[in-house]
Nanobody, 129 residues
Framework: QVQLVESGGGSVQAGGSLKLACAAS????????LAWFRQSSGKEREGVAA???????TYADSVKGRFTISLNNAKDILYLEMAGLKPEDSDMYFC???????????????????????WGQGTQVTVSS
Protein backbone atom coordinates (compact mmCIF):
# COMPACT_ATOMS: atom_id res chain seq x y z
CA GLN A 1 0.00 0.00 0.00
CA VAL A 2 1.37 3.38 -1.03
CA GLN A 3 1.30 6.12 1.58
CA LEU A 4 2.19 9.75 0.89
CA VAL A 5 2.49 12.54 3.45
CA GLU A 6 3.36 16.08 2.40
CA SER A 7 5.00 18.78 4.49
CA GLY A 8 6.88 22.04 4.06
CA GLY A 9 4.14 24.37 2.91
CA GLY A 10 3.83 27.87 4.29
CA SER A 11 3.57 31.55 3.49
CA VAL A 12 6.28 33.48 1.66
CA GLN A 13 6.61 36.74 -0.18
CA ALA A 14 6.89 36.87 -3.94
CA GLY A 15 10.38 35.98 -5.07
CA GLY A 16 10.94 33.72 -2.10
CA SER A 17 11.59 30.00 -1.89
CA LEU A 18 10.05 26.93 -0.28
CA LYS A 19 10.96 23.27 -0.26
CA LEU A 20 8.12 20.78 -0.07
CA ALA A 21 8.66 17.20 1.05
CA CYS A 22 6.57 14.09 0.56
CA ALA A 23 7.36 11.08 2.73
CA ALA A 24 6.57 8.14 0.51
CA SER A 25 6.28 4.45 1.23
CA UNK A 26 5.16 1.45 -0.76
CA UNK A 27 5.88 3.04 -4.14
CA UNK A 28 9.18 1.37 -5.01
CA UNK A 29 9.63 -1.18 -7.76
CA UNK A 30 11.21 -1.39 -11.18
CA UNK A 31 8.91 1.30 -12.56
CA UNK A 32 7.05 4.14 -10.91
CA UNK A 33 6.14 7.76 -11.39
CA LEU A 34 6.00 10.27 -8.56
CA ALA A 35 4.56 13.70 -9.14
CA TRP A 36 3.51 16.99 -7.62
CA PHE A 37 0.17 18.57 -8.43
CA ARG A 38 -1.48 21.73 -7.22
CA GLN A 39 -5.07 22.83 -6.92
CA SER A 40 -7.18 25.40 -5.17
CA SER A 41 -10.94 25.67 -4.94
CA GLY A 42 -12.54 26.69 -8.19
CA LYS A 43 -9.48 25.81 -10.25
CA GLU A 44 -8.57 22.71 -12.21
CA ARG A 45 -5.86 20.51 -10.79
CA GLU A 46 -2.52 21.21 -12.46
CA GLY A 47 0.39 18.86 -12.79
CA VAL A 48 3.54 20.63 -11.64
CA ALA A 49 6.45 18.19 -11.89
CA ALA A 50 7.10 14.47 -12.08
CA UNK A 51 10.00 12.07 -11.74
CA UNK A 52 10.24 8.54 -13.08
CA UNK A 53 12.06 5.60 -11.55
CA UNK A 54 14.72 6.06 -14.25
CA UNK A 55 15.37 9.60 -13.01
CA UNK A 56 13.67 11.42 -15.87
CA UNK A 57 11.94 14.62 -14.80
CA THR A 58 9.25 16.69 -16.48
CA TYR A 59 7.76 20.04 -15.57
CA ALA A 60 4.78 22.19 -16.36
CA ASP A 61 5.74 25.16 -18.52
CA SER A 62 4.57 27.49 -15.77
CA VAL A 63 7.27 26.28 -13.36
CA LYS A 64 10.19 25.38 -15.64
CA GLY A 65 13.40 26.99 -14.48
CA ARG A 66 11.92 27.82 -11.06
CA PHE A 67 10.93 24.46 -9.54
CA THR A 68 13.03 21.31 -9.14
CA ILE A 69 11.69 17.84 -8.34
CA SER A 70 13.98 15.27 -6.77
CA LEU A 71 13.78 11.96 -4.96
CA ASN A 72 15.92 10.78 -2.08
CA ASN A 73 15.65 7.03 -2.55
CA ALA A 74 17.51 6.25 0.66
CA LYS A 75 15.02 8.22 2.74
CA ASP A 76 11.98 7.69 0.50
CA ILE A 77 11.29 11.41 0.36
CA LEU A 78 10.11 13.25 -2.72
CA TYR A 79 11.01 16.94 -2.82
CA LEU A 80 9.82 19.98 -4.70
CA GLU A 81 12.17 22.93 -4.44
CA MET A 82 10.40 26.11 -5.43
CA ALA A 83 12.22 29.36 -6.14
CA GLY A 84 11.15 32.66 -7.61
CA LEU A 85 7.68 32.12 -6.22
CA LYS A 86 4.81 34.18 -7.60
CA PRO A 87 1.38 34.88 -6.13
CA GLU A 88 -0.14 32.66 -8.81
CA ASP A 89 1.83 29.73 -7.34
CA SER A 90 -0.42 29.89 -4.27
CA ASP A 91 -2.27 26.59 -4.08
CA MET A 92 -2.64 23.35 -2.18
CA TYR A 93 0.18 21.08 -3.32
CA PHE A 94 -0.25 17.31 -3.47
CA CYS A 95 2.15 14.49 -4.19
CA UNK A 96 0.91 11.49 -6.12
CA UNK A 97 2.18 8.10 -7.20
CA UNK A 98 1.66 5.68 -10.06
CA UNK A 99 3.23 2.22 -9.87
CA UNK A 100 4.35 -0.16 -12.55
CA UNK A 101 4.91 2.47 -15.20
CA UNK A 102 7.19 5.42 -15.91
CA UNK A 103 5.85 8.94 -16.19
CA UNK A 104 4.18 9.51 -19.55
CA UNK A 105 4.26 13.23 -20.40
CA UNK A 106 1.46 14.58 -22.56
CA UNK A 107 3.89 17.01 -24.12
CA UNK A 108 3.64 20.79 -24.35
CA UNK A 109 4.19 20.93 -20.60
CA UNK A 110 0.68 19.64 -20.06
CA UNK A 111 0.61 16.90 -17.46
CA UNK A 112 0.92 13.15 -17.82
CA UNK A 113 -1.15 10.25 -19.08
CA UNK A 114 -0.53 8.33 -15.87
CA UNK A 115 -3.37 7.29 -13.61
CA UNK A 116 -2.15 8.38 -10.22
CA UNK A 117 -3.87 6.04 -7.80
CA UNK A 118 -2.36 7.32 -4.57
CA TRP A 119 -2.42 10.86 -3.20
CA GLY A 120 -1.26 12.70 -0.15
CA GLN A 121 -3.42 15.02 1.92
CA GLY A 122 -1.78 18.19 0.58
CA THR A 123 0.20 21.11 1.95
CA GLN A 124 -0.75 24.76 1.48
CA VAL A 125 1.55 27.26 -0.22
CA THR A 126 0.67 30.95 -0.05
CA VAL A 127 2.69 33.60 -1.88
CA SER A 128 1.99 37.23 -1.13
CA SER A 129 2.82 40.10 -3.43
Amino acid sequence: QVQLVESGGGSVQAGGSLKLACAASGYSGSRYCLAWFRQSSGKEREGVAAISSDGTTTYADSVKGRFTISLNNAKDILYLEMAGLKPEDSDMYFCAADKGILCLPRGNGGGWYNSFGWWGQGTQVTVSS
